[in-house]
């Protein structure tokens, strides 16, 4: 395989959030840009990662896959905690691209 096409929410994190001290996993769009201003790039901080994505992700990469994310972002803010989630959740040490490749 020489190339891999990864999503960011539902694929490489199981969304989970925290709104008034209760956890919940879904909200309205209007609700989520809220989210997203008042948390900043803490937005994804209790999210987990999906780690039988990311073992075989790895897997592939070891073999040589060049691995891209792709993902929807509303605003830059989204952009920097989808960025912090796959630094320090998933631990992957990155190059972002606009492409998103790393």
């Known amino acids: 395989m020489q190339a891999m096409f990864i999503d960011v929410?539902?694929?490489?994190?199981?969304?989970c959030y925290k709104v008034n001290g209760k956890f919940q996993i879904g909200m309205s769009d209007v609700q989520w840009a809220d989210y997203c201003s008042k948390h900043g790039e803490d937005t994804y901080e209790w999210c987990r990662p999906v780690m039988q994505v990311k073992e075989y992700a790895m897997k592939a990469k070891e073999k040589g896959t060049k691995l891209y994310v792709l993902t929807t972002s509303g605003t830059k803010i989204e952009t920097a905690a989808k960025r912090r989630f796959l630094m320090t959740s998933m631990r992957w040490s990155m190059m972002m691209t606009r492409s998103g490749s790393f």
Not at 9 to 15: A, E, I, N, R, Y
């Open 9 to 15: 929410d539902g694929t490489l994190s199981s969304p």
